[in-house]
């Protein structure tokens, strides 16, 4: 999409509150468990990494939306079902990953209008979704890093992205962290 154009991406799968949180739930917990898979020895050095690279993406993906839900919950937030669609803001990365961006099956939770909580939740619940994404790669790179070859670079790989997602999250106008903080 080019610039001043809607960026908003279309949903390719709605679900349910329940479905949405068991499905992430699940594939999060099948992400740890790739990473411990390819802690054990007897795969050869390149399997062991790829499959932690799929278990670090699968908790990536699936660590955001939730959170957003837990806390927008616990602050009175209401939400109305889960979508999965690629990200929003494919414009913003280069060329290459903008097109991984926009395909990568990322979840949305979708919150229910009127919001009814106060500013602070729902800066609280704009949060979350960031944070949490960035704590549970985070652990799940270092875990590579210990424990699979290959792991020093993948963690790198995964420290450098998230240190940008987490810049553009607080800097950019829609970053979640800078919409967080707005005074609404």
Do not use: C
């Amino acid at each position: 999409m080019t610039p001043g154009t809607d960026r908003r991406a279309a949903f390719r799968l709605t679900t349910t509150i329940a479905v949405g949180n068991l499905a992430q739930a699940s594939l999060t917990i099948a992400g740890a468990a790739l990473l411990f898979a390819a802690a054990q020895t007897g795969m050869t050095p390149g399997v062991r990494t790829a499959i932690a690279i799929v278990g670090i993406v699968a908790i990536y993906l699936d660590t955001h939306s939730i959170a957003h839900w837990a806390v927008g919950r616990a602050v009175g937030i209401g939400f109305d079902g889960y979508a999965i669609a690629g990200t929003a803001k494919a414009h913003r990365y280069p060329p290459v990953m903008r097109q991984l961006m926009a395909h990568a099956p990322f979840w949305v939770a979708r919150i229910r209008r009127p919001v009814g909580a106060s500013s602070r939740g729902r800066g609280l619940m704009l949060a979350a979704g960031q944070l949490s994404t960035t704590i549970t790669t985070f652990a799940a790179a270092a875990y590579a890093w210990r424990r699979v070859p290959g792991g020093g670079v993948t963690f790198l790989v995964v420290l450098v992205w998230l240190g940008v997602t987490t810049i553009f999250g607080a800097v950019l106008p829609e970053g979640e962290y800078r919409r967080a903080l707005r005074p609404r």
